[in-house]
């Protein structure tokens, strides 16, 4: 059912590609590029200049807020086409701003829920690790590098399974019939190995997209990584956001998954 889930999410993408860039394209262009804009001339600030102006940082701010208001944006505007047929406007989606501040509240108590859990998980991954290296049992070698891994597993499996889980609440708050986390848990009981199955499948696409953007950093061929990784990247928020989607239209609605 995992693999289902995901094909289904990337087909909901390709499928509806012209809604989707109409969502997502343009809000993520302008995210992106103002980024990039703000990053560039950072950098060339610092690099041209011996003493580090700490003004730049002021712009961290209104350029984070942007980012997450935009991401928010484009996942309301995507979870209340697919679940409530919600056309989006010619050329960007409608600020529904009373989802998307909703949205950002269940994020929000999400994260509460998450960062101490990442933490302890963080910590507990570290620990085992150095110890694998003190006792000798891994060294620096790419067998070993594996071992090193398999606690770093252990520990991602069941945190993606609590988090998946919860994070049935934020496409519920999108169309406005907002639940618990502890809906949320009872419409997904029975789902581990699906999600599982998610979770894994995500982290192997992420990392074999972002591939060539690696190989292409500080060559030549520089500004190619960047139009690529900034292609992948919106591919990746629109799909995230469409296995939510999936996910709650499945396990809260009971659509059936084709």
């Known amino acids: 059912m995992g693999f289902k889930i995901f094909v289904h999410a990337i087909r909901l993408v390709i499928g509806h590609l012209g809604v989707a860039l109409r969502i997502g394209g343009l809000l993520y262009v302008v995210q992106f590029a103002t980024s990039f804009a703000v990053a560039f001339f950072a950098l060339d600030h610092l690099t041209s200049r011996t003493n580090f102006d700490p003004s730049y940082m002021v712009w961290l701010v209104p350029i984070s807020v942007m980012v997450v208001v935009t991401n928010i944006w484009i996942a309301v505007a995507w979870h209340r086409y697919v679940l409530l047929d919600e056309m989006p406007g010619a050329v960007v989606a409608r600020f529904n701003g009373d989802r998307i501040f ?78 618990r986390f502890g809906d949320a848990w009872s419409a997904t009981r029975g789902a581990s190995g699906t999600i599982v199955g998610l979770a894994i499948l995500s982290v192997l696409c992420i990392v074999l997209l972002d591939l060539p953007t690696s190989l292409l950093q500080g060559g030549p061929l520089v500004w190619v990584g960047l139009v690529w990784q900034t292609l992948i990247g919106w591919v990746e928020v629109m799909v995230g956001v469409s296995i939510l989607t999936s996910l709650y239209g499945h396990y809260v609605e009971k659509r059936p998954i084709s």
């Open 102 to 179: 909703a949205y950002f509240g269940k994020s929000l108590l999400l994260g509460l829920v998450a960062v101490p859990i990442v933490l302890v998980a963080g910590f507990a991954v570290a620990g085992v690790v150095s110890a694998l290296f003190a006792a000798g049992a891994v060294t620096s070698g790419p067998p070993s590098f594996i071992i090193a891994l398999v606690p770093l597993f252990l520990v991602y499996v069941p945190l993606a399974i609590i988090l998946y889980r919860l994070a049935l609440i934020l496409p519920a708050s999108a169309v406005g019939k907002p639940i």
